[in-house]
């Protein structure tokens, strides 16, 4: 299975479009948003292309409860983080912020983050973390987002000049 991570859009409706179409073109089966979508708006080009989305907010989220709202509507999901999930017998956790320590509750193989803008996987303790960057590409110059293919683990980064 094939699931497209990305976060921190703030509102670039044009490199969030971008990206959920390199997903689709890509057969991506899910959407995981980490968080930092900003404004209710936003959310037009996830209904677009009408892939399922779970995700959290981040620190950015001005009317939560109206975001939360426009993405059930349409059968997405979005809560306060952590958001735990159970895919092809891999359990997901997924943040805005990864707390330091990681939680000894957090039983996760993969644990999803994002808030710092920069991309990133790396191995720690037996899990696999995975910063997918900035869609937005305003803090770093570098629009990001990732594929993550499960079971195998396997990762593939999709680019955007900005």
Not at 14 to 37: C, P, R, S, W
Request: contains cysteine; hydrophobic residues 40%; aromatic residues 10%.
């Amino acid at each position: 299975m094939k699931i497209g991570i990305l976060a921190d859009t703030h509102d670039h409706i044009d490199n969030t479009q971008y990206f959920l179409e390199k997903f689709y073109m890509k057969d991506v089966h899910l959407v995981i948003f980490a968080g930092d979508l900003v404004s209710p708006f936003a959310i037009s080009p996830f209904k677009k292309v009408g892939i399922p989305v779970k995700g959290v907010f981040g620190n950015n989220e001005g009317e939560r409860e109206l975001i939360r709202h426009k993405f059930e509507e349409v059968g997405f999901k979005i809560v306060e983080p952590p958001l735990n999930l159970k895919i092809e017998e891999e359990f997901i956790s997924i943040f805005h912020r990864l707390p330091h320590p990681i939680p000894d509750d957090i039983d996760s193989h993969i644990i999803i983050f994002a808030h710092t803008h920069r991309r990133e996987v790396k191995r720690e303790g037996g899990r696999l973390l995975i910063n997918p960057g900035e869609v937005c590409g305003w803090v770093t110059g570098e629009a990001t987002a990732v594929i993550l293919s499960i079971p195998d683990g396997e990762i593939e980064w999709i680019f955007k000049v900005t």
